[in-house]
């Protein structure tokens, strides 16, 4: 088992920025692909932004460009800098997990996560 433990989330204003960070513990050897979802309240689960265990990227098309991820495979975290922030930002963000070999487009796919953590609330005030 893993477990993922979020933090960094709070209230911000419209243009700021934060840093998310996850730490993973438990069997993280078998954490291949980290990264970012996030739920706004009445919305279905959104990808962010996750990096797979060398190197590999993606990010959802509305944060390109603003958000980066970032992971230490020694230390099994995580992290999302997200710079420029929006309204639309507003979620809570979960860190997910998991130890199943994907390729780019799965890493999209919130149903392809093993692990996740229970969620950072961010609130981008306009």
């Known amino acids: 088992q893993v477990q993922l433990v979020e933090s960094g989330g709070g209230l911000v204003q419209a243009g700021g920025s934060l840093i998310l960070a996850c730490a993973a513990s438990g069997r993280t050897s078998r954490d291949n692909v980290m990264g970012w979802f996030r739920q706004a309240p009445g919305k279905e689960r959104e990808f962010v932004a996750v990096?797979?265990?060398?190197?590999?990227?993606a990010y959802g098309d509305s944060v390109k460009g603003r958000f980066t991820i970032s992971r230490d495979n020694a230390k099994n975290t995580v992290t999302l800098q997200m710079n420029n922030l929006v309204a639309e930002d507003t979620a809570v963000y979960y860190c997910a997990a998991t130890s199943r070999r994907l390729i780019i487009t799965a890493m999209t796919t919130s149903g392809n996560f093993d692990y996740w953590g229970e969620g950072t609330q961010v609130t981008v005030s306009s």
């Open positions: 990096r797979r265990r060398d190197g590999a990227t």
